[in-house]
């Protein structure tokens, strides 16, 4: 039976995320690069301020945020307050979460016409928004790390290392998939009642919304799974960085991909 706490599991299992930190890495900046053109379509003012925007761009800024820190924590060649480049990393996750689920809202709340039924449908989603941003505030904190002197490459003086991973980070995570469930089907259900099912705006929504439900609960579930079952501090992490840049890819691709289709002119 494997020991997951012998130095040489241990080992192997931050080999692992390396591998998935460079991939992850690697698809994000893919990501920014691939819709940099519609960034500065935003930016340089070719296309109206919108609201869900201010999600839209602190998703990105926060994934990039995050990413940053947790290269800083594998490959820091002078000593760091490990600690506090943790807790960076963890709020910059934070505020990925909140506000990739906040763009889907606003998707969701935007298809709605009648004064009554937005008024339903923003009761519906702050029930839910509240408590689901709570569990990602109160889940800052759930990883502990220290520096340690004479460990890691050969090139550095040391390296941080991770003492603990909270069972509690697990709650953003199931918040998160029951809020933008019900997003999503909030979502579907105005489509449905402005009939435009069968339009390419209304396909466009329906679809995407979908996929990035699905994508995202798939990820975070794997997070979940590996809080809440992991052997060591170690193997709970290895999901958290690919679990970042699915959220990000799948709500800025959605964002993105609507508004090329309400207004195809402005790309």
Request: hydrophobic share 50%; charged share 15%; with cysteine.
């Amino acid at each position: 039976m494997v020991d997951w706490n012998d130095p040489i599991e241990e080992l192997k299992q931050l080999e692992v995320i390396d591998i998935l930190l460079f991939l992850s890495f690697g698809f994000g900046v893919r990501e920014l690069l691939f819709t940099s053109s519609f960034d500065r379509s935003i930016l340089l003012g070719r296309r109206p301020f919108r609201w869900p925007q201010i999600f839209y761009f602190t998703a990105k800024i926060s994934w990039l945020l995050n990413a940053i820190t947790a290269v800083m924590l594998e490959y820091s060649e002078k000593r760091i307050n490990c600690s506090a480049v943790a807790r960076t990393a963890e709020v910059a996750a934070c505020l990925l979460g909140i506000s990739s689920s906040g763009l889907l809202a606003c998707r969701a709340f935007a298809v709605y016409n009648d004064r009554r039924d937005r008024l339903v449908a923003s009761s519906v989603l702050l029930l839910f928004a509240i408590p689901t941003a709570v569990m990602w505030v109160l889940s800052v904190g759930v990883v502990e790390s220290a520096w340690v002197e004479g460990v890691g490459a050969p090139w550095q003086e040391g390296a941080c290392l991770i003492l603990e991973t909270k069972k509690r980070g697990s709650w953003r995570s199931i918040a998160t998939i029951v809020f933008d469930t019900v997003a999503a089907i909030t979502l579907i259900v105005g489509v449905i009642r402005l009939r435009a099912t069968t339009t390419r705006l209304g396909t466009t929504l329906v679809r995407h919304g979908m996929v990035y439900v699905l994508a995202t609960c798939f990820a975070q579930l794997l997070y979940v799974g590996f809080v809440l079952a992991s052997p060591n501090p170690i193997a709970a992490l290895l999901p958290a960085e690919p679990t970042s840049v699915i959220v990000m890819m799948a709500c800025t691709r959605l964002y993105v991909d609507l508004v090329q289709t309400a207004q195809p002119s402005h790309t």
